[in-house]
């Protein structure tokens, strides 16, 4: 930090003049104090004036006290040091550990502050927030600070700025009295030498006729411009001032022509300029007759006539395009620092396809700044992919190059992939930039990051993919019935079984499809696996005058309680074993038939990778007839990319072993997710070709999450289980460790709760369970987690608490809630809750942690209902 030598004596003369030692407290003050505090989130904030023996607060905010002795403060550093002065850690601090206000009340931690100075540059005081913790600053709090520190320097000189004003403004008068009476004695001297001047003006008639039109042209032109122009003779008295001068300074001719220029403009320097110099420029500070500031530019110039030299300058009022020039580059500031915090990548070219903006986000996303590429190169230089992520995008594919052809883009899915960094499936979406006047200024594309989500999509669409698979593709009949015995569903071969569509036959009861012979051949069956007993049986049946052989099984499932809650019905179709002979005769037509409408894709490959059977869903799926295949080779029909992504499993079969691969397919705009088998015929010992099935995963998926969810939340009250606390709370330790923040966990227990259920009922208990899981995390933080573990204990916990106080704050927000009562079914419930807090330190574990809650809500409720306690490092602090 650097330091000032101070001259003492000049520094206390510049405080006293500004003739606010020992003055009452201002509001004017108290706001930079109360806006300080706020804005860096601290409890106290100074203003201080700093005399040879003490300081003195003229503002303060969190602090009692109104001075405090000179010797040793933080202040006394801070007005001998340029810029902030920080103390980050004040009881580490040597010059500090021992002052009375770091080891005794209020126990500063923390410390930053900015000198303030008088007009003279001398610093009278300081401008400081105080934390009782310690603290780091970021580079833009502490340039705020600076900002703040001006701001008051500004008020603190406010008054001494006014005086010194108003002692210019008497000098201009007197100076203006003095100019009156000179004036008046030259023109007594000018009359004497009017009779001279008379007959050389006579001489000169004839000159000045031949000159008359010609200044007559000049001074309507100045008179009509829409700059000010003013002229000055030698001695710098105005001899010229057009309208244009008179409305933006506010004295009209009359009143300034003849006086000096100096004595209009307060402080203003001649006007300068020499015949035959050439124009120069100048911009400077001007003020008008009504007092307002504003800043002019003028072009000056001398010139000479009658063997007199001039000036003469055209000035402008450039004050509205400073403050719109201003006004733009804070907006684009802003912009800036928005786009640089948002993580959504933010790209933009302009009119000639020049990259010309790139955002953090999109710096990350790509691994570089932008170059100056032509866009023939951008695909392969920041590796832009389509969905597939293997396919590199053309020129005219680029979303920013099609927004600058014109092209409307929202929500383009596609792959960056750049070298030695992680991929990244995007959303791009985009526009043209145009001028109002229509002129094509740019074009802007946003990327949003879906990795994640599209990750976790396709694992769920593979999960339900492969249950969906193995229940279409299995030979048998598949049907769920729910306790109700209504169908809920059936497999394609059962609905191949009972001849109808799925409408006709999911939510009808079972009995209702079977007629009365058929029905009660199975009823024992039925009526056993809906009492949660496992049966197995063949038998056969004739639906709509067909004849039909199998073997079955019911194998029932039970509810989160362990009740019968419906069953399983997988029945084996042997009536082709049975009817082997007229099967045989129409094989080929049936096989043809069943594979064409089943939704799946069935190939064979020989061993030239040459298709010799497909299916007509190719055509469906893929848009490739059945017929354009046969013959040839996987590449010639869907090319390399398709190959290329399904070879290893190919080879695998050929060698001998079933393989599996999942392809997303996009088609149409449509995703699919193929879960593809590759089984190895054999034919002789020796692999002759692959069968290839191919099963459309996507449902499986969204299937596999929504069980996910369900195996991770309490039915009753809909907040995470046991299970998911577990997992949550050993991620979130390791996080804490990893961040070195805090981390507290809470065991919450209803106090009385056996009452409620055993006066009111359990409908009762349910809803003040449900209820209580409502205002608990209404109470909570978002990054909290509030889960409930059994019966009416519940745990929540809390990331990145500072201290105990924090927790503190939050258990007694959540018994506020409690307070008011519950209505159930007409009646007033009052309870309320036990709640224990632990503290994690370097060294917690899970059960450790889980440990300390438990012990900390064992004494809360020992103590009493509706109280808290605290447990950190084996201490206790019980509050009621």
Sequence with gaps: MDKFDIDEGAR???????????????????????????????????????????????????????AWPRAGTFCSYTIGSAGCFVVHDASADPRFASHPLVAGGPHIGFYAGHRLCSVSGHAVGTLCVIDTVPRVLTASQLGLLQSLATMVEEELNRDSQARARLA?????????????????????????????LNREMRQRTDVEASLRCSQARVRSMIASSFSAYVATDAAGHIVEWNGAAARMFGWPRAEVVGRPWSSILAGAAPLGGEAGAGPASNRRAARTRTGEDITIEMTVDGFSSDGQQYTGAFINDVSGQIASRRALEQKQELLDAVLDTVDVAVMACDGDGKLAFFNRAAREFHGRAPAPLASLDWASQYDLYHADGTTLMAPAEIPLQRALAGERLQALRMVIAPAGLARRTVLASGRLMRSPSGERLGAVIAMQDITALSASQDKLRSSEQMLRAIAENLPTLIGQIDRHGRFVYLNGRALQFYGKPADQLVGKTVRSIYNDVDYARIAPFYEAAAGGRRTAFDNDVSIDGKQFYYHAAFVPQRDANGRPDGFFAMAFDITARRLSEIAQCDSEERLRTITDNVPVLISYLDCSLRYQFANAMYRDWLGVASEHMIGRTVIEVFGQAYFDARAPSIARALGGHMASVEVNVLRKGHERILNTTYMPHYRDGRVAGVYVLATDATAARVHERKLLALANADPLTNLPNRRMYEFHLAKALALSKRQQTRLALMYLDLDDFKRINDTHGHGAGDAVLVEFGKRVGASLRQSDLLARLAGDEFTVVLEAVDSLENCEIIAYKIQQALLLPYYFDGRTLQISASIGIALADSDATTASLSSQADQALYVAKKKGKSRYAVLEHGAQRLVS
């Design 12 to 66: 206390v003369a510049a405080l006293l003049g500004l003739g606010l030692q020992g003055s009452a407290a201002e509001v004017r003050f108290d706001r930079f104090v109360e806006l300080a505090s706020a804005a860096f989130g601290m409890p106290i904030a100074l203003v201080s004036l700093i005399d040879s023996e003490r300081q003195w607060f003229k503002a303060s905010r969190g602090l009692a006290m109104t």
């Design 168 to 196: 210019a403004v008497s000098a201009l008068h007197a100076l203006s009295g003095a100019l009156q009476l000179r004036l008046a004695e030259r023109s007594a001297v000018l009359l004497q030498k009017n009779e001279v």
